[in-house]
């Protein structure tokens, strides 16, 4: 069990994965935090839903930058008291921004009144 949990760490280390950098913009009152669990990825805001903050989240484009943007919205989504996060861009090859070697996503965090 040490020799996979230590070879898992290992790739980790080498592809290159890192903590993401995030940007919270506040965009209504603060809310109380809740649990991780909660938050959900959802194409479109639910009907009454008010926008409570946006987020962005840039991290080195690798084979798990894309997965650690999103679980670093996600927590944030949560610290803010937002369980719906709605995903306005996405930036894979560092298109966007002209830097190849960043993977940047954008979203919107909701939480009903």
């Known amino acids: 069990m040490k020799l996979i949990l230590t070879a898992l760490c290992g790739v980790v280390f080498l592809t290159g994965c890192s903590t993401p950098s995030i ?3 506040h965009v209504s009152e603060p809310r109380p935090a809740i649990p991780l669990s909660s938050v959900k990825f959802v194409s479109s805001a639910p009907t009454g839903a008010i926008c409570v903050a946006d987020i962005l989240a840039t991290a080195r484009n690798s084979s798990c930058g894309a997965e650690s943007a999103q679980v ?3 927590k ?3 610290a ?3 369980p ?3 995903l306005d861009n996405w930036d894979a090859a ?3 921004l002209g830097i ?3 993977f940047r996503i954008e979203g919107h965090a909701f939480a009903l009144p």
Request: aromatic share 4%; hydrophobic share 50%; net charge neutral.
């Open 84 to 86: 719906f996060v709605v």
């Open 100 to 102: 190849p070697d960043e």
């Open 80 to 82: 803010v008291g937002a």
């Open 23 to 25: 940007k919270t913009v």
């Open 94 to 96: 560092g298109q966007l």
């Open 72 to 74: 670093a919205i996600k």
């Open 76 to 78: 944030q989504a949560a």
